[in-house]
């Protein structure tokens, strides 16, 4: 198993262009979460989903958008990037009957120019 | 969900056993505690998750007292791989919630 997968690993962006942020998980996990850590900071929670077609906002989610078509696959889109979205993201599933231990990706870091 | 309080930062010695005490004092009845490890340009990985009393892995104890509303991460004798930053959770096993994570604690082990 792969587990969770990000991509890209690093990304420049301009101010204004839009991308989306892949994320693929093979444990057939129901829930799924994006979070952005910013410099010496702790995670914040952007958007999650439990379950395909199911999702909501967290704490920080101006500025992305989500989808949940299938149980594999959550990308984040960026609608219009910006230089306060400069950060690293992760993605995390875990599985709905699991407890609490989640499974990370190892990141994407962007960059907002 | 219940909030955590547990210090910014810890510095210990190699072969010294550290605890981490985290505080919450809001903790729900169907609450667990969970304790993440984080290294730098990594995600963070899970350690230990306890609901009462004592837990114990090859990595970590976790003790809860009968309250709840504290608990300590014990990592015995601790080495320069053990710097990294921890995180308590408390929140459902289940239910339709994300986990949410605090600024966590950052530990700096010197030789």
């Known amino acids: 198993n792969a587990g969770v997968t990000q991509t890209p690993k690093f990304q420049v962006l301009k101010t204004g262009q839009s991308m989306t942020l892949q994320c693929a998980q093979d444990?057939?996990?129901?829930?799924m979460s994006w979070y952005r850590q910013d410099p010496g900071m702790g995670l914040r929670l952007i958007h999650y989903?439990?379950?395909?077609?199911?999702?909501d906002q967290g704490e920080v989610p101006n500025g992305y958008n989500v989808s949940r078509s299938t149980t594999e696959d959550f990308p984040l889109r960026l609608l219009s990037a910006a230089p306060s979205q400069t950060s690293v993201y992760f993605c995390?599933?875990?599985?709905?009957?699991?407890?609490?231990?989640?499974?990370f990706g190892q990141g994407t870091r962007l960059t907002v120019v | 969900l219940a909030k955590t309080t547990q210090p910014i930062s810890m510095d210990s010695y190699e072969g010294q056993e550290v605890n981490i005490t985290c505080s919450h004092n809001?903790?729900?009845?169907?609450?667990?505690i969970t304790w993440y490890q984080q290294f730098p340009s990594q995600g963070p990985r899970f350690i230990i998750q306890?609901?009462?009393t004592k837990v114990t892995n090859e990595v970590a104890s976790l003790f809860i007292p009968a309250d709840r509303k504290s608990s300590t991460l014990s990592l015995p004798r601790v080495s320069l791989s053990d710097t990294a930053v921890y995180y308590c959770?408390?929140?459902?096993?289940?239910?339709?919630?994300?986990?949410?994570f605090g600024s966590g604690t950052r530990l700096q082990v010197q030789p």
């Open positions: 989903s439990v379950g395909a077609g199911i999702t």
């Open positions: 959770l408390v929140g459902p096993s289940a239910g339709r919630r994300a986990l949410t």
């Open positions: 444990m057939n996990h129901e829930y």
């Open positions: 306890g609901y009462k």
């Open positions: 995390a599933s875990r599985p709905q009957g699991g407890g609490t231990e989640a499974f």
């Open positions: 809001n903790i729900a009845t169907n609450d667990y």
